[in-house]
Nanobody
């Protein structure tokens, strides 16, 4: 059983930055970030191949590109990932979830590829 603890959400003005953190209690093959705006489902933002520390980004999230604005990274000394979000826009407002998988196969771009989830952290971008 892996537990995920997220932190770092909050409110920021357009153009601002936030950094989300997620710490896993055990080994994971992949860790990623999803976001959700009700009534839509969770949409993949980025994931990290943990054994090789290789990041992957969604081409678009809700029709908008995040690459270049969002950066996923990891702490090489522990099972932790981060999502640095710059140039935030009101459309980035969502609940952000950390996800982890101990599976060795999957697309890693869908919510059902992950078997562990964090509690979610709210990000609000508003002037």
């Amino acid at each position: 059983q892996v537990q995920l603890v997220e932190s770092g959400g909050g409110s920021v003005q357009p153009g601002g930055s936030l950094r989300l953190s997620c710490l896993a209690s055990g080994y994971t093959e992949r860790m990623g970030w999803f976001r959700q705006v009700p009534p839509n489902g969770r949409e993949w933002v980025a994931y990290m191949n943990m054994p090789y520390s290789v990041p992957y980004y969604a081409d678009s999230v809700e029709g908008r590109s995040v690459e270049g604005r969002f950066t996923i990274s990891r702490d090489n000394t522990k099972n932790a990932i981060y999502l640095q979000m710059n140039s935030l826009e009101p459309e980035d407002t969502a609940m952000y979830y950390c996800a982890a998988s101990t599976r060795r196969s999957g697309t890693w771009r869908r919510a059902d590829d992950y078997n562990y989830w964090g509690q979610g952290t709210q990000v609000t971008v508003s002037s």
